[in-house]
């Protein structure tokens, strides 16, 4: 995930050490970024990757609720190049789109992606080691309390998205990567977007993995309640070509920009006591 603030912040302090890259996020060298991307943090990074087998069933899990705002045709905002990913942020044209978790209420901002080079790989997270074409991240902060540092500052769903043989249609053809090949542009206006045909058409609210992670992007803050759905839905071959054609802010071609996995530590990863381990039983 990536927070412009962040990424502004990154800027100022690694743009000298990493030349071309003015975001400070170069995929290639991430053993460069700045923040507490590799010194500082306490061992909360992410993505990691989920061994099913050890994830615990936690009854205090509820499912996730999303307001009526995600199933209207109701978000406007804007598509663009970050330099870094494609990027939808919701702008004050949008009424306001929340969702609650077990902890609280968040306010949705934007939603961007994370992509590979080859089939097989391309999400941040994975599971039991295999990735998939495509991780969507959606990216709450925190209504009821100031700041964004705090451990429950932000609140990212992921969605996982699967190579396709599907033509580009419906949202996939409302957020063309090919008309924002180049970073630092505004990108383009997108209105009447209806956020809940991003996620799987037949959503159980309690399929998901949860647990205590960061930022995935410098400064790689330990500030993120992340909710993987556990349902795929599908990505068109021709959109996954397109996303391998963006250009990075230094004007090479971003045909990988997923963060590399990150030790679990002695972190649980948690899932609703009503699916348990089966995902059937939901
Ligand atoms: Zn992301």
Redesign the pocket.
């Known amino acids: 995930?990536?927070v412009s603030l962040f990424a502004f912040v990154c800027c100022l302090v690694a743009g000298v050490a990493l030349g071309a890259h003015s975001n400070g996020i170069d995929y290639n060298h991430q053993e460069l970024w700045g923040g507490v991307c590799v010194t500082g943090n306490k061992g909360h990074q992410s993505p990691i990757n989920v061994i099913t087998a050890n994830v615990v069933q936690n009854p205090r899990l509820a499912a996730i609720k999303f307001s009526n705002n995600w199933k209207l045709a109701s978000a406007h905002g804007y598509f663009n190049n970050t330099g870094h990913?494609v990027q939808f942020t919701l702008d004050s044209s949008s009424p306001t789109v929340t969702t609650t978790f077990s902890n609280g209420q968040y306010q949705l901002k934007q939603m961007?992606?994370?992509w590979g080079k080859t089939t097989g790989t391309g999400s941040?997270h994975r599971f039991d080691g295999d990735q998939t074409e495509v991780?969507i991240?959606f990216?709450h902060t925190r209504m009821t309390t100031a700041g964004t540092t705090s451990q429950n500052g932000f609140a990212?769903i992921a969605v996982f998205a699967e190579v396709s043989r599907a033509s580009v249609s419906g949202f996939w053809a409302k957020l063309d990567p090919s008309r924002v090949p180049h970073a630092n542009k505004d990108g383009f206006k997108v209105s009447n977007f209806k956020l809940s045909d991003v996620l799987p058409s037949h959503l159980n609210n309690y399929d998901y993995y949860h647990y205590d992670g960061s930022?995935?992007?410098p400064e790689c803050t330990e500030a993120v309640q992340w909710y993987l759905i556990g349902e795929r839905i599908k990505v068109p071959a021709a959109y996954l070509t397109s996303l391998r054609s963006i250009k990075d802010d230094a004007g090479k071609v971003l045909d990988a920009n997923y963060r590399q996995i990150q030790a679990l530590n002695s972190r649980k990863v948690d899932t609703p006591a009503i699916c348990g381990k089966s995902l059937s039983k939901c």
Request: proline content about 0%; glycine content about 0%; aromatic content about 0%.
């Open positions: 995930m990536s990913n961007h992606m994370h941040e991780e991240h990216v990212v930022l995935t992007t």
